[in-house]
């Protein structure tokens, strides 16, 4: 009998029979809660899933920002908002965020002739923790890279350091004049076509003709924390750069000291003026001294 009650008692069953047809019930109230919990949780879980959706999408469209700034130079929020068809807002809701995280920078835009009315307008860089999110290459690599320079600068000298450079950018040079080919002989027309074969190289480059003559601008550089205490590999890859478009180039700034975009000057090639009359009498003589 002791055996039955125990197994009447663990199956829930009592003699009066009020205590067992009562315990269906009793779980009721906590399968309620569970269900409430349960939908309480679905409702978060998707919360957090609609949060992560519009994170993606926010920094879908901050990476597309970079790519602008980097391809491109620095635009005004209105030129980057109509490029990628947001509206003021909502570009300036992305560039205080990345001014917030220090990707980006606010600068005057450099007026070229004469200075209108009113305050220069505001244009957008990266900065170096912005171009740092690009970067394939570890600054471990610059470690390695700046210090091996270091021991050829103790051995060698700074003209070792130079014969170093022009042997690095040889092979990038052999890689351009190869996609250059159809370039023509135009200086600007090469430049154009030296543009498109140095953003293959990963240096973002754009030309542009100017009153002067014409602009190459690099807007990434992937050596900058070396070249900075290097400026070997800068002069290096300038003279790569004559030799490529065929004319004497300038300088004009690099991001390796700090500047925003690598600026190299073409200069226009001079045109002689002759008389068709006289182009076999004469030697050709210039007229613009």
Same mark, same amino acid.
């Given at each position: 009998?002791?055996?039955?009650?125990?197994?009447?008692?663990?199956?829930?069953?009592?003699?009066?029979?009020?205590? +067992? *047809? #009562?315990?269906? @019930? =009793? !779980? &009721?109230?906590?399968?309620? /809660? +569970? *269900? #409430?919990?349960? @939908? =309480? !949780? &679905?409702?978060?879980?998707? /919360?957090?899933?609609?949060?992560? @959706? =519009? !994170? &993606?999408?926010?920094?879908?469209?901050?990476?597309?920002?970079?790519?602008?700034?980097?391809?491109?130079?620095?635009?005004?929020?209105?030129?980057?908002?109509?490029?990628?068809?947001?509206?003021?807002?909502?570009?300036?809701?992305?560039?205080?965020?990345?001014?917030?995280?220090?990707?980006?920078?606010?600068?005057?835009?450099?007026?070229?002739?004469?200075?209108?009315?009113?305050?220069?307008?505001?244009?957008?860089?990266?900065?170096?923790?912005?171009?740092?999110?690009?970067?394939?290459?570890?600054?471990?690599?610059?470690?390695?890279?700046?210090?091996?320079?270091?021991?050829?600068?103790?051995?060698?000298?700074?003209?070792?350091?130079?014969?170093?450079?022009?042997?690095?950018?040889?092979?990038?040079?052999?890689?351009?004049?190869?996609?250059?080919?159809?370039?023509?002989?135009?200086?600007?027309?090469?430049?154009?076509?030296?543009?498109?074969?140095?953003?293959?190289?990963?240096?973002?480059?754009?030309?542009?003709?100017?009153?002067?003559?014409?602009?190459?601008?690099?807007?990434?550089?992937?050596?900058?924390?070396?070249?900075?205490?290097?400026?070997?590999?800068?002069?290096?890859?300038?003279?790569?750069?004559?030799?490529?478009?065929?004319?004497?180039?300038?300088?004009?700034?690099?991001?390796?000291?700090?500047?925003?975009?690598?600026?190299?000057?073409?200069?226009?090639?001079?045109?002689?003026?002759?008389?068709?009359?006289?182009?076999?009498?004469?030697?050709?003589?210039?007229?613009?001294?």
């Amino acid at each position: 009998m002791k055996n039955a009650a125990v197994l009447i008692t663990s199956i829930g069953v009592g003699t009066g029979g009020s205590p +067992g *047809s #009562a315990s269906p @019930h =009793a !779980g &009721g109230p906590s399968q309620h /809660a +569970g *269900s #409430a919990d349960s @939908h =309480a !949780g &679905g409702a978060e879980s998707r /919360a957090r899933g609609t949060e992560s @959706h =519009a !994170g &993606g999408a926010d920094q879908r469209t901050r990476d597309r920002v970079t790519q602008l700034l980097l391809q491109r130079g620095p635009p005004t929020a209105g030129e980057l908002g109509a490029t990628l068809g947001l509206s003021p807002a909502g570009i300036r809701r992305h560039i205080d965020a990345m001014l917030a995280d220090g990707h980006v920078a606010v600068r005057e835009r450099v007026q070229r002739g004469p200075r209108g009315r009113g305050r220069p307008a505001k244009v957008f860089a990266l900065t170096d923790a912005g171009r740092e999110d690009l970067r394939t290459v570890p600054h471990t690599y610059d470690g390695i890279a700046t210090a091996a320079l270091r021991w050829i600068a103790e051995q060698g000298g700074p003209e070792a350091v130079g014969a170093f450079a022009a042997a690095q950018v040889s092979v990038l040079e052999e890689r351009c004049r190869s996609a250059m080919q159809e370039a023509g002989d135009e200086p600007l027309a090469r430049a154009e076509a030296l543009a498109g074969a140095l953003t293959a190289e990963g240096y973002a480059a754009s030309a542009t003709a100017i009153a002067s003559g014409g602009q190459l601008c690099q807007h990434h550089c992937p050596v900058a924390h070396v070249a900075a205490q290097f400026p070997q590999l800068c002069e290096a890859e300038t003279a790569v750069i004559s030799r490529l478009v065929g004319t004497h180039v300038q300088r004009l700034a690099t991001i390796a000291h700090g500047d925003g975009v690598c600026t190299t000057h073409i200069p226009a090639v001079r045109r002689v003026a002759t008389s068709s009359s006289e182009d076999h009498a004469k030697p050709t003589v210039r007229t613009d001294r």
